[in-house]
T-cell receptor
Framework: GAVVSQHPSRVICKSGTSVKIECRSL??????MFWYRQFPKQSLMLMAT?????????EQGVEKDKFLINHASLTLSTLTVTSAHPEDSSFYIC???????????FGPGTRLTVL | GQQVMQIPQYQHVQEGEDFTTYCNSS?????IQWYKQRPGGHPVFLIQ?????EVKKQKRLTFQFGEAKKNSSLHITATQTTDVGTYFC??????????FGKGNQVVVIP
């Protein structure tokens, strides 16, 4: 149980375009989810915390107008990278919080390359 | 916020040998979690430790939470090639956020 999917798994786009990443919990529902970014050989950096039906809370240094989060249901959240630039190239990973276990279950990640 | 530090950052381990990776926090943790990320993969939850001095085992893996709840360790015995990857510890912050350490990248030498 606790399977999380992300789509797409890889995306290559031109500079200036927008990219939407979907994160779904397949066999459970959860109110709280997180978006992380991971640069090569580095740790996971939390970008934002999102509760279903509410506005996301962004970490310091993460632009909310650039990284748009929509969390409209208990099983689906999307992250849109607007006007992407090469420095936005990274591995984006979502996770859902299972509050009864205080643990997070991660999606497989989306590798974004901006040319 | 919490600062979670892991040492070492990199380890080369001969297959069959044992190794330990350590996690230290600047503050007392309510719980600590360990994750493993294989090369090219995503973090996978391994275990959660909550109680002071707690020790949990998963086959060849032994996890320990310090008495002061500020440090933790993961000890792996008889290392196998499948143990390759990066091991992250993470401290749970009050608002359900996880503060991840930088990870310990483990390379297994056959």
């Amino acid at each position: 149980g606790a399977v999380v999917s992300q789509h797409p798994s890889r995306v290559i786009c031109k500079s200036g375009t927008s990219v939407k990443i979907e994160c779904r919990s397949l066999d459970f529902q959860a109110t709280t989810m997180f978006w992380y970014r991971q640069f090569p050989k580095q740790s996971l950096m939390l970008m934002a915390t999102s509760n279903e039906g509410s506005k996301a809370t962004y970490e310091q240094g993460v632009e909310k107008d650039k990284f748009l989060i929509n969390h409209a249901s208990l099983t689906l959240s999307t992250l849109t990278v607007t006007s992407a630039h090469p420095e936005d190239s990274s591995f984006y990973i979502c996770s859902y919080l299972l509050t009864d276990r205080d643990t997070q279950y991660f999606g497989p990640g989306t590798r974004l390359t901006v040319l | 916020g919490q600062q979670v530090m892991q040492i070492p950052q990199y380890q080369h381990v001969q297959e069959g040998e044992d190794f330990t990776t350590y996690c230290n926090s600047s503050t007392t943790l309510s719980n600590i979690q360990w994750y493993k990320q294989r090369p090219g993969g995503h973090p996978v939850f391994l275990i959660q430790l909550v109680k002071s001095g707690e020790v949990k085992k998963q086959k060849r893996l032994t996890f320990q939470f310090g008495e002061a709840k500020k440090n933790s360790s993961l000890h792996i015995t008889a290392t196998q090639t499948t143990d390759v990857g990066t091991y992250f510890c993470a401290g749970l912050e009050g608002n359900n956020r996880l503060a991840f350490g930088k990870g310990n990248q483990v390379v297994v030498i056959p």
